[in-house]
Nanobody, 114 residues
Framework: EVQVVESGGGLVQPGGSLRLSCAAS????????MSWVRQAPGKGLEWVSY????????YYKDSVKGRFTISRDNAKNTVYLQMNSLKPEDTAIYYC???????WGQGTQVTVSS
C-alpha cells in the first residue's frame, strides 16, 4: 500500500521558518522525482519545487527561490522542504507528490501570520 505523509506545518510569524517532511512508503521512492505543491485558500494547486530522483537537480517557483530549499534522503524515503523568510502569501496546504503518479499525501497546513 502506497503511503505519503506530510508533516511539519504550523503557524509561524512572517520572517519565520518551517521545515516540512514527507515520508513515503509502498513504492520505490528513489526511482521518482518528488515535488511539493501548495494550495492557498480559495485557489488552485500551485507547484512550488521539485527534486530529481537522485537529488542532483532541484527546481523552484520564482517566488520561493532563495527562501525555500528542497532536499531528500533516499535511505529514509523522505523529502524535505526547508522554508525560510516566510511571507503571508506562503499560507497554504502543502502537498508532497511523486511526479507523474497518483501518489499524494493528505497535506500539511502552513499559516504565516502575525
Amino acid at each position: 500500500e502506497v503511503q505519503v505523509v506530510e508533516s511539519g506545518g504550523g503557524l509561524v510569524q512572517p520572517g519565520g521558518s518551517l521545515r516540512l517532511s514527507c515520508a513515503a512508503s509502498g513504492f520505490t521512492f528513489s526511482s521518482y522525482d518528488m515535488s511539493w505543491v501548495r494550495q492557498a485558500p480559495g485557489k488552485g494547486l500551485e507547484w512550488v519545487s521539485y527534486i530529481t530522483n537522485g537529488g542532483g537537480s532541484t527546481y523552484y517557483k520564482d517566488s520561493v527561490k532563495g527562501r525555500f530549499t528542497i532536499s531528500r534522503d533516499n535511505a529514509k524515503n523522505t523529502v524535505y522542504l526547508q522554508m525560510n523568510s516566510l511571507k503571508p502569501e506562503d499560507t497554504a496546504i502543502y502537498y508532497c507528490n511523486a511526479l507523474n503518479t497518483a501518489y499524494w499525501g493528505q497535506g500539511t497546513q502552513v499559516t504565516v501570520s502575525s
